[in-house]
């Protein structure tokens, strides 16, 4: 399935809790991260990385926390990958390997339902 044919069911099913877009952000910001973070990313890397991103920390289909220490996401056996535990209905994706960068971007983003 395409991206944008997922994007499009993900939208029909869950609404304005998940957005399908890249990260927008500057170049002064991206600086900050890189230092902090020891990584390169560019703002090429962002435009050029879409994703469904769901929109805050709670599952997009049972609204349970994912985050946290009670958090409901659940790490399954594809690194960087899990499912919501509360209802283990969607697949998430949570570390994004964009650009040219070891590091990984920690972001949820609906990756199956």
Known sequence: MELEEFAKLAAEKFGDKVVFSSI????????LY????GTNYTVEDFENYKQVWVV????P???ADLLGIFGSFEWGIVHGVGTC??????SLQYYHYIGNNR?????????GF
């Not at 927008?24 to 600086?31: A, V």
């Not at 805050?56 to 599952?59: A, G, I, L, P, T």
């Not at 535990?85 to 969607?90: D, E, L, Q």
Request: charged content about 30%.
């Open 56 to 59: 805050s920390d709670k599952c």
């Open 24 to 31: 927008k952000t500057n170049q002064s910001d991206l600086d």
């Open 103 to 111: 590091t990984p971007l920690k972001a949820m983003a609906l990756d």
């Open 85 to 90: 535990r509360s209802c283990n209905r969607v």
């Open 34 to 37: 890189n230092a902090e973070l």
């Open 61 to 63: 289909n049972c609204d």
